[in-house]
């Protein structure tokens, strides 16, 4: 069985090794050790990078029996090989896990709230716990906690307990391992039990930042940075407010206010607009189906538009079936094609047998129901051949 030098050393990062068996895959060699350093992916930790000899490691894993596999871009000299951890990679995963524990902490000490999830990704972190809602404040409370652990620079012991020694640990979750477990605390604070890579002090964890919350399966998912990552982070957040500020011309400070702002202009102006949309299509509504020729029993209307949206075909199109008995076969034309036939209840016709043709020609689809239908194609040149198909069908 590999020794896990990394269960007792964290900061290890070069060290020797002896290889033990060495096979040919698809993509590569794996490698197994009498020893390694390298953390395979596991408990929602992603695994270490670095070099065998000569070769890069792509990843590392458990297998079935318990063996750590190496794998790598290209075989390894059998014998003793020096190893290299990529410490950039190690350090900040070693960050990132501690914070979850602190984090984690802090949320059952503030709010009772158990961690049920746990995700180690390679641009931030997420803890899933059992709650249905989070407040504000909430987030507020364990943020300015877990924040105040890391500020008091706390040691953080990781050891091996004997398994009649476990019950008495008041470990944070219960661990439904067997035998010795492998513990990470943190002074006066965290007990869990851990078979990840952890930072000596909590100081080292660099700021602990809540980024945001989402609704996952019943349970809040909180996203979070540390340290390296919460500096990038901040760095984006500040030139993403500063490009906002530079549009409008404001303070940082003013930015939010004034964005805010917009918002609600922007509402209003697209409020107003729709006012005129509405009673735009009223009264070309009207114009149209008084020009239109009468056919046995109904009125039928066709038009193509430049520039409009398929919004503004529906608005017409029940505008004109309001005035009286009628087909509308309506277009418009821009990035692409907008296609809506309508006829009134009254009507025998089911729209749905004419859509494919139509579809075909704008190059597009669509869907909808007996006296309604809709599509969207990307070809425009065929647009009027669509619409003076579906008046050869109802006129035939």
Request: proline share 3%; aromatic share 6%.
């Amino acid at each position: 069985m590999t020794e896990r030098l990394y269960y007792h050393d964290s900061y290890l990062r070069q060290f020797q090794a002896k290889i033990l068996r060495q096979i040919q895959t698809e993509n590569g060699y794996e490698v197994v050790l009498d020893r390694t350093a390298f953390y395979p992916t596991s408990g929602g930790q992603p695994h270490d990078l670095g070099i065998l000899q000569a070769s890069s490691l792509c990843n590392v894993y458990e297998n079935d029996q318990g063996e750590i596999i190496h794998s790598v871009d290209k075989p390894v000299e059998t014998g003793k090989v020096e190893c290299q951890v990529d410490w950039s990679r190690r350090f900040d995963h070693m960050q990132q896990h501690t914070g979850q524990h602190v984090l984690s902490q802090a949320f059952l000490r503030t709010s009772k709230l158990s961690t049920v999830g746990f995700h180690l990704g390679a641009d931030y972190v997420t803890i899933d716990l059992e709650a249905e809602n989070m407040s504000s404040e909430q987030l507020r409370q364990a943020e300015d906690l877990a924040n105040a652990v890391v500020f008091e620079n706390r040691p953080i012991r990781v050891r091996i307990v004997p398994a009649e020694e476990v019950p008495c640990l008041g470990l944070r979750k219960e661990s439904q391992r067997e035998g010795p477990l492998r513990v990470v605390e943190v002074e006066e604070f965290d007990v869990s039990a851990c078979g990840g890579t952890h930072v000596k002090l909590t100081g080292e964890i660099g700021g602990i930042f809540i980024r945001k919350v989402d609704r996952v399966n019943r349970q809040a998912r909180i996203e979070f940075v540390c340290g390296q990552r919460a500096l990038m982070a901040h760095r984006s957040d500040v030139q993403s407010l500063a490009s906002i500020a530079r549009q409008f011309s404001v303070g940082l400070d003013e930015a939010p206010e004034r964005v805010a702002k917009q918002i609600q202009e922007a509402k209003e102006l697209r409020k107003l607009l729709q006012d005129k949309s509405k009673a735009l299509a009223g009264l070309l509504a009207k114009d149209l189906y008084d020009r239109a020729a009468m056919q046995p029993g109904f009125k039928l209307v066709k038009q193509c538009f430049e520039g409009e949206e398929m919004e503004f075909l529906k608005r017409l199109a029940q505008s004109i079936l309001a005035q009286g008995t009628a087909v509308a076969l309506l277009g418009a034309k821009g990035n692409q094609s907008f296609l809506l036939l309508a006829e009134s209840e009254s009507l025998p016709w089911d729209l749905r047998q004419v859509l494919p043709e139509c579809c075909k020609l704008i190059e597009g689809k669509g869907g909808g129901s007996r006296t309604l239908v809709q599509a969207g194609g990307k070809s425009t040149e065929k647009l009027q051949a669509a619409l003076d198909f579906a008046e050869s069908w109802f006129l035939s």
